[in-house]
T-cell receptor, first 115, second 114 residues
Framework: NAGVTQTPKFQVLKTGQSMTLQCAQDMNHNSMYWYRQDPGMGLRLIYYSASEGTTDKGEVPNGYNVSRLNKREFSLRLESAAPSQTSVYFC??????????????FGNGTRLTVT | DQQVKQNSPSLSVQEGRISILNCDYTNSMFDYFLWYKKYPAEGPTFLISISSIKDKNEDGRFTVFLNKSAKHLSLHIVPSQPGDSAVYFCAASAQVSGTYKYIFGTGTRLKVLA
């Protein structure tokens, strides 16, 4: 019962480097999300994909791109990392973003440090 | 401007007593509220939810209360156990352009003392 799997668990980047965070879910959920968690800020939505083939911006999309590769996989790309992107990144999925009674299920996070 | 606020960053409670975690929101369009629990180095785990048409929802030791007029919800844990020690996030959602978006509070760290 893996649920939502994120890779890598930890990553250190230098300013200007690029990387892709991977996320996969095995719950047959339609909707997937990327959040970042910073001290004192709670969880903030970066991008989401309500269904396969669609992606939309959340609260803090600048500096990121996403790809919904298929129903299972949703990746987050940092094209040119900046120290302000140092954070813990969580991927989540839900059965259906158009339904109110559809809680988010989270992965265990990727801790990213940009120096 | 924070739409969902958890004003207590931390709370300590004796084992066996009641833990009460509070959350306030500002947007009257929110119609579904959730509580998540988070242990260190893990992702948040869904705990309990309540829709805006109810004022109480109970699941075992966990009860969520919603006061719409005050725009306030609370999570009661009775009795508290050491394993409940974690960070608790409240979240609120509203439908925007056909999609439910979730806004999270900043979390309350609960410590249950044995």
């Amino acid at each position: 019962n893996a649920g939502v799997t994120q890779t890598p668990k930890f990553q250190v980047l230098k300013t200007g480097q690029s990387m892709t965070l991977q996320c996969a879910q095995d719950m047959n959920h339609n909707s997937m999300y990327w959040y970042r968690q910073d001290p004192g800020m709670g969880l903030r939505l970066i991008y989401y994909s309500a269904s396969e083939g669609t992606t939309d911006k959340g609260e803090v999309p600048n500096g990121y791109n996403v790809s919904r590769l298929n129903k299972r996989e949703f990746s987050l790309r940092l094209e040119s990392a900046a120290p302000s992107q140092t954070s813990v990144y969580f991927c989540a999925s839900s059965a259906d973003a158009s339904s109110y009674n559809s809680p988010l299920h989270f992965g265990n996070g990727t801790r990213l440090t940009v120096t | 401007d924070q739409q969902v606020k958890q004003n207590s960053p931390s709370l300590s409670v004796q084992e066996g007593r009641i833990s009460i975690l509070n959350c306030d929101y500002t947007n009257s369009m929110f119609d579904y509220f959730l509580w998540y629990k988070k242990y260190p180095a893990e992702g948040p785990t869904f705990l309990i939810s309540i829709s805006s048409i109810k004022d109480k929802n109970e699941d075992g030791r966990f009860t969520v209360f919603l006061n719409k007029s005050a725009k306030h919800l609370s999570l009661h844990i009775v009795p508290s156990q050491p394993g409940d020690s974690a960070v608790y996030f409240c979240a609120a959602s509203a439908q925007v352009s056909g999609t439910y978006k979730y806004i999270f509070g900043t979390g309350t760290r609960l410590k249950v003392l044995a």
